[in-house]
């Protein structure tokens, strides 16, 4: 069975049993990717409940090593979560609603931990979104059973997505796996259900009695990054003041983007130069801002009120955020592609390289073509990276370099401040050929025509590779080619470490061997 059904099944089990569970003396909402207090499904759950029952709602967040292996691999993350967390224990404690944050040394601890945690606390009713990768899936379904055992209720909701992931069916009846016709059902699905776009009240005030009750609670100390993903401090004051954390920041530049910026969205969001897409990926990953609010805001700016129809830019930007939506619902359905392995079982057979010199060039931005190398030190510098540029970078990996895209998702996560399981694998799924609705194998990027098309005056690569400032008009797109090799070379620029038609061809092939062998 596919994880979420083992999920559903154990919800389905317990339904019963979690019935008749009384509140007790708390309620407990555990945050994971929902690093927010508004429109926060499990998070309204959970406050309704303990109002109505008047007692405390006691937020929880556990950190486990193992999420470091997994979701925060990547330092610039690591940095953000830990700055929003002080953000939202703030504002719960401005409702006096404690935050318990702690850390437990191996994942598989987490359950027992929770249910250690519940019994001290004397709290009946466990809250939580749904998280759609495996691991957590599985997890959940063990907790459910364990807690009901103890006559704890595990409540569920479905919050990261604006549409849950099972609800769309192609009309053969199965989960598509191409996201045109996806997303016309994506639209069509909103409209007749109107409920997924109503945003949840932020949890209310707890009783006054709380904070004698559970006084311990509240002085719960944030922890600092572990010694291996910790950020120097210079890095760290640069990441801050770029990428301000807590769901206020989130809400302010969902507001301004609105503002400024949507109407021309359709026009400048390919043009890395520019600053014309919303920068809003590091708080959907955090769960600082939800979907929900987003395609909300948008749509209801569009002088149709409606998601299509109307403003240009506001109707890509709403497909855009679907994406999102759409490599969830992959997930959950064809959960092996996101673990590790292509979508169509004949791509398993493509000879990949592991030139390590080729890899480390391309993760230092040193590989002799401009706009790859500044995109990748665009992502050492801010910890993200424009997504035009994304799909450069990962096509050259896989196909220049036919290195295995395997060891550049894994190097996004790592370095990314926005790392999201799903949409990054889909993203390079779709990069290298490999996932679901892939560009065609055939199809590779030339970087230097990109770069023409969508950094026409390489404002992009001079803003990020220093080398090549001096060097005028169309030779920044290759220095080497176009007669500016002197200076490149005296600015310690490198020259291409490969050449792009060879490896086109040689790209070509062990793509068709790879299939044409199964
Ligand atoms: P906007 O253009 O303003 O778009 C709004 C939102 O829509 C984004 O914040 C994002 O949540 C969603 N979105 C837009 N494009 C995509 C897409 N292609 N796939 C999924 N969601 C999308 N996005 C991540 O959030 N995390 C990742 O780890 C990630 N890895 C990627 C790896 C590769 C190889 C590629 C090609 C794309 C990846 N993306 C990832 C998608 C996309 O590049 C970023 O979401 C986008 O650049 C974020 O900038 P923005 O918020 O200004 O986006």
Sequence with gaps: PRPIELLNS???????????????????????????????????????????????????????PQDFEAHLTSPVRVD???????????????????????????????????????????????????????????????????????????????????????????????????YTPWFRTWIRFIHDNPILLELSDPPGRNPETAREVFSTLYDCDIPSAPETKRLEVDDAVKLCALWPAGEHEAAKRLEKFCEEDIGSYGKNRNIPAQQGTSSLSVHFASGTLSSRTAVRTARDRNKTKKLDGGNEGIQTW?????????????L??????????????????????????????????????????AAMRQLHGMGYMHNRCRMIVASFLSKDLLLDWRMGERFFMENLIDGDFAS???????????????????????????????????????????????ISGKAIHDPYGRGASDKASKAGYPEPIVDHKGARERALAAYKSGIERD
């Design 10 to 64: 154990a919800l389905a089990e317990t339904a019963t049993a979690r019935e008749m569970i009384r509140v007790g003396r708390a309620v407990v909402h555990w945050f994971k990717m929902d690093l927010r207090t508004r429109d926060n499904r499990a998070l309204h759950m959970a406050s309704e409940k303990a109002r109505e029952a008047g007692v405390p709602l006691i937020a929880l967040y556990i950190l486990s």
């Design 80 to 178: 953000f979560m830990l700055r929003t967390l002080q953000v939202l224990k703030r504002d719960l404690s401005s409702l006096d609603i404690p935050l318990w944050v702690e850390t437990v040394d191996k994942r598989t601890q987490l359950p027992g931990r929770i249910l250690e945690l519940m019994t001290d606390w004397g709290a009946s009713h466990l809250f939580a979104n749904i998280e759609y990768e495996v691991d957590e899936l599985r997890r959940e379904a063990k907790l459910v059973r364990m807690l009901a055992g103890k006559g704890i209720a595990v409540e569920v909701a479905h919050d990261t997505c604006v549409v849950p992931p099972g609800q769309l069916k192609s009309g053969t009846g199965n989960q598509y796996a191409v």
């Design 318 to 330: 709403i497909s855009e955020v679907a994406w999102r939506d759409f490599y969830k619902h992959v």
């Design 332 to 373: 959950v359905h064809w959960p092996y592609v996101c673990m590790n392995k292509p979508f169509k079982p004949e791509y398993s057979n493509i000879e990949w390289s592991y030139d390590n010199q080729h890899f480390e060039a391309w993760k230092k931005g040193l590989t002799g073509f401009p706009i790859v190398d």
């Design 424 to 470: 990054n694998n889909g993203g390079w799924g779709f990069a290298a050929s490999v996932g679901v609705d892939p560009q065609p194998y055939f199809r590779i990027f030339n970087p230097l025509l990109q770069s023409e098309k969508f950094d026409p005056d390489g404002e992009y690569i001079r803003k990020w590779v220093p080398e090549l400032r001096g």
